[in-house]
């Protein structure tokens, strides 16, 4: 939390409207209040057992949306071309005096408990859909982080110092820049890796042969390939 609050700290100050997306890790009081201090709204996904107060009742979302809300209580909302029953409510919850909490399930889904997915956003002028479009801006921030843990090694790594962690986190930028923007054209990260270890083992095949074309004894290739 207080590397977060650092972090967001380090902001520029929003010249408009701006906010800070997080995932459900960082519903802290803290992070939001230094987000309001440094002019940003947030917008975050909310885990369901946390507490609201929905006409003074004191309840955790997982239990309201099962006991209270039903079919005429919710909107139909279109977000990127997938339907979702969305719930507003605007009031306290634990840590934060007043922000929008918005409940939605998949239409196919709805009142499934598993399918809930609950959502703050410290903007209360913010229309439902607007907040939901908005958190979805963060699905391109998910996929990069499951890049850097399975093809980037960040999933793997030792380092417990600050120091080695930035220069680790300097490294992979550098290595996603160069999949995406550095190989002729711009392109996806995953083609870009695709074609870079293509053009790798095209060199290490292309290096095998030249030394098998001069006669290079394969004891001593071994040596040059390990």
């Not at 906010?19 to 802290?28: E, F, I």
């Not at 990127?80 to 399930?105: F, H």
């Amino acid at each position: 939390i207080d590397y977060a609050i650092e972090l967001i700290g380090g902001l520029p100050v929003p010249e408009t409207r701006s906010y800070v997306l997080t995932d459900s890790w960082y519903t802290n009081g803290k992070i939001i209040d230094a987000c309001a201090e440094r002019g940003y709204h947030f917008i975050e996904a909310l885990k369901t057992n946390r507490i609201i107060y929905p006409q003074g009742i004191h309840i955790g979302i997982a239990e309201f949306a099962a006991k209270y809300i039903e079919k005429p209580d919710v909107d139909l909302v279109t977000v990127n071309g997938s339907e979702y029953y969305v719930y507003r409510y605007e009031g306290k919850l634990n840590g934060v005096d007043n922000a929008v909490v918005l409940l939605s399930w998949p239409t196919t889904a709805f009142k499934n408990p598993k399918a809930l997915k609950a959502f703050i956003c410290t903007d209360t002028t913010l229309d439902t859909l607007t907040i939901l479009k908005y958190y979805g801006q963060r699905w391109c921030i998910e996929t990069f982080f499951g890049q850097s843990k399975d093809t980037l090694g960040f999933g793997k790594y030792q380092i417990r110092s600050i120091k080695g962690i930035e220069r680790l986190w300097t490294i992979m930028s550098l290595c996603h820049l160069l999949c995406t923007r550095g190989l002729g054209s711009n392109m996806s990260f995953g083609d870009g890796v695709r074609l870079l270890r293509k053009d790798i083992l095209r060199g290490r095949i292309s290096f095998i042969y030249q030394h098998a074309q001069n006669g290079t004894p394969i004891e001593i290739l071994y040596d040059l390939c390990s």
